[in-house]
């Protein structure tokens, strides 16, 4: 093993959470909740480190969401939006391995109009 893989293994910032609708057939509307599940068993065997940064990243930058989780790490997760439109759901280990999961969903209703 190479120092340079002792520093920043080949492993380091994966994707390696899992992020699905909890019900895939839920209609996905502005204003209405959005919950999402969290799978993590692809970090197995080193297994994940809290803090998790929960990120939601909607069209107008006004309307994105952030939460960190520092005492467990979540199975579930939800979110309200708050226009239509693509949102980019992201999970992510803070600091160690910094592994994350990404999920994009569209999002049935009216954009935010920046003037």
Known sequence: ???????????????????????????LVAFGAVLISAD???????????????????????????????????????FTPREGGSHLIRLAELYHNKWFGTLVVEIAGDRVRVA
């Open 1 to 27: 093993m190479s120092l340079l893989d002792e520093i920043s293994p080949r492993y380091y910032g994966e994707d390696r959470f899992r992020l699905t609708l909890t019900d895939p057939d839920q209609a």
């Open 40 to 78: 993590y068993s692809a970090a197995l065997p080193q297994g994940i480190m809290l803090p998790l940064e929960f990120t939601v990243t909607a069209p107008s930058s006004g309307n994105s969401t952030r939460k960190v989780f520092g005492r467990f790490p979540p199975t579930q997760l939800a």
